[in-house]
């Protein structure tokens, strides 16, 4: 499926612009027209040509352009995860491996979150040096690791305390990785751009901060000041949705402020003492 990946990004059919009820959708290509040509690039019969489609789509490679769709030997848009236009923070690399377990990963995170910050405490254990993360090694090697997020299973996080736990420490890790690229927020203006914009793609959809605390941990609510609840009905990250929110989750998300405390990792087995210990 790799292979698939790069022949179809060389090829044009991937970087078509196509327009369907006046709307444009850029860097894409059509279901039909790929099929088409993995039959008369790849030697194989249809049958052959959508099965392979069909993996190139399952495994996160790339998704139906409004995520309505698995892949279909029709006349439908999809875009491969490269071509996103999007400014998430974890796709400077791509994911090319298998996708790790969504336990296992999380764990990969965890580890990788609590050497980067042991390496830039303060020496009274109260501030992090967000400023020299950015050249740190570490940094480097969790910006490689957060990629894997990418393509990640995101529904094998059945339970409510695999959701919390696993979402609560993205949340914090990508709180940090935005200091580091971007810079603290100063002024109000630059914390709600802050909060919505800083993003990772997380099983092929885009989770902001305010997608992450809203959306999930809080079970779908309206964020502050806004209008409606954060994810529509129809939204596919509303699966990641917990079922019952925990108000201790509050206490547990760092903001990004350079005084703020060091963050801590939670865990699924210890999830219950660790919320307790923050509230």
């Known amino acids: 499926v790799v292979a698939i990946r790069y022949q179809v990004r060389r090829a044009d059919l991937a970087h078509q612009q196509r327009i369907l009820v006046l709307r444009l959708y850029k860097q894409c290509f059509v279901g039909r027209e790929l099929v088409d040509w993995l039959v008369s690039n790849r030697a194989i019969d249809r049958a052959a040509a959508v099965n392979m489609g069909h993996k190139l789509i399952g495994r996160k490679f790339g998704h139906h352009v409004c995520n309505d769709h698995n892949f279909k030997d029709g006349y439908f848009f999809y875009r491969l995860l490269d071509d996103d236009e999007t400014d998430a923070l974890n796709m400077k690399h791509s994911s090319e491996c298998e996708p790790q377990a969504a336990a296992e990963l999380a764990e990969v995170l965890r580890g990788a979150i609590v050497l980067l910050y042991n390496d830039h405490l303060s020496d009274d254990g109260r501030h992090v040096d967000y400023s020299m993360m950015v050249t740190?090694?570490?940094?480097?090697?969790?910006?490689?690791?957060?990629?894997?997020?990418?393509?990640?299973?995101?529904?094998?996080?059945?339970?409510?305390?695999?959701?919390?736990?696993?979402?609560?420490?993205?949340?914090?890790?990508?709180?940090?990785?935005?200091?580091?690229?971007?810079?603290?927020?100063?002024?109000?203006?630059?914390?709600?751009?802050?909060?919505?914009?800083?993003?990772?793609?997380?099983?092929?959809?885009?989770?902001?901060?305010?997608?992450?605390?809203?959306?999930?941990?809080?079970?779908?609510?309206?964020?502050?000041?806004?209008?409606?609840?954060?994810?529509?009905?129809?939204?596919?990250?509303?699966?990641?949705?917990?079922?019952?929110?925990?108000?201790?989750?509050?206490?547990?998300?760092?903001?990004?402020?350079?005084?703020?405390?060091?963050?801590?990792?939670?865990?699924?087995m210890n999830l219950d003492d660790e919320l307790g210990l923050a509230a």
Not at 166 to 187: C, D, E, M, R, S
Not at 212 to 228: D, M, P, Y
Request: proline share 5%; charged share 20%; hydrophobic share 35%.
């Open 136 to 268: 740190s090694q570490l940094f480097s090697k969790y910006e490689v690791i957060s990629s894997e997020l990418q393509r990640l299973d995101v529904t094998q996080l059945s339970w409510d305390r695999e959701k919390t736990a696993f979402f609560i420490n993205i949340y914090n890790a990508l709180v940090i990785h935005a200091n580091v690229v971007n810079g603290p927020p100063k002024t109000a203006w630059e914390r709600q751009k802050f909060f919505n914009g800083s993003s990772y793609v997380i099983g092929g959809h885009l989770y902001s901060l305010q997608d992450i605390e809203h959306g999930i941990l809080r079970g779908n609510k309206k964020g502050v000041g806004a209008l409606r609840k954060q994810f529509g009905k129809n939204d596919p990250r509303l699966m990641s949705s917990v079922q019952k929110a925990d108000p201790r989750v509050h206490f547990t998300l760092v903001c990004g402020a350079k005084s703020c405390p060091p963050i801590k990792t939670y865990s699924v």
